[in-house]
């Protein structure tokens, strides 16, 4: 078993920056992989980023070139920093990680995004 708690969201101006961070109840390293998905009412969950323990990353088209995902294994956290925030980004961001050894999806219960002048 893993939990994940996220923090970082809020309200933000289109074009700012937010940091989401994930914190895991145990060390990331039998987490693989971690990454961030987000939803919005009424739509289906998408993926945002995720990170492999081995350092591959992979992106949403909408996303690439302004997040980034990051690991921190002393810290048994995952990041996602957000940059050149725009309206359609505003979502629930949740917090993703499949455990390497029982092959067990887990999830965070999710941090607001808003992004509005």
């Known amino acids: 078993q893993v939990q994940l708690v996220e923090s970082g969201g809020g309200l933000v101006q289109p074009g700012g920056s937010l940091r989401l961070s994930c914190l895991a109840s145990?060390?990331?390293?039998?987490?693989?992989?971690m990454g961030w998905y987000r939803q919005v009412p009424g739509k289906q969950r998408e993926l945002v980023a995720t990170?492999?323990?081995?350092?591959?990353?992979n992106y949403a088209d909408s996303v690439k070139g302004r997040f980034t995902i990051s690991r921190d294994s002393a810290k048994n956290a995952v990041y996602l920093q957000m940059n050149s925030l725009k309206p359609e980004d505003t979502a629930v961001y949740s917090c993703?990680?499949?455990?390497?050894?029982?092959?067990?999806?887990?999830w965070g219960r999710g941090t607001q995004v808003t992004v509005s002048s």
């Open positions: 993703y990680a499949r455990g390497a050894a029982e092959g067990h999806d887990y």
């Open positions: 145990r060390n990331i390293f039998s987490l693989n992989p």
């Open positions: 990170n492999t323990r081995g350092g591959i990353t």
